[in-house]
């Protein structure tokens, strides 16, 4: 059974940096993509960042130049830095794991509240 635990997030004021991490267990295969949605208050998930199996990496735009996602070398974790975060930044965050037909398993997802 595959298992996507998340750890980080929290409160943090307006200019603050926050980690997010990600870890996957119980996946047989390849991982063709891992990292971050985020769903804020009466707004759609959107992407936040992805790191694919082809060392390839996608941000929204919104993001970029502030936040940064690493694998590590088992390739089944992923770790979102974000730094320069704004109250616009405020959402549930959800890892997910692509794996191979599309099929996509997410994480529970965390809050990171961002305000002063």
């Known amino acids: 059974q595959v298992q996507l635990v998340e750890s980080g997030g929290g409160l943090v004021q307006p200019g603050g940096s926050l980690s997010l991490s990600c870890a996957a267990s119980g996946v047989i295969g390849n991982i063709e993509a891992m990292g971050w949605y985020r769903q804020a208050p009466g707004k759609q998930r959107e992407l936040v960042a992805e790191?694919?199996?082809?060392?390839?990496?996608n941000y929204a735009d919104s993001v970029k130049g502030r936040f940064s996602i690493s694998r590590g070398n088992a390739k089944s974790t992923v770790t979102l830095q974000m730094n320069k975060l704004k109250p616009d930044d405020t959402a549930v965050y959800y890892c997910?794991?692509?794996?191979?037909?599309?099929?996509?398993?997410w994480g529970k997802g965390t809050l990171v509240n961002v305000s002063s």
């Open positions: 790191f694919r199996s082809d060392g390839t990496t």
């Open positions: 997910f794991a692509e794996l191979p037909f599309s099929i996509v398993h």
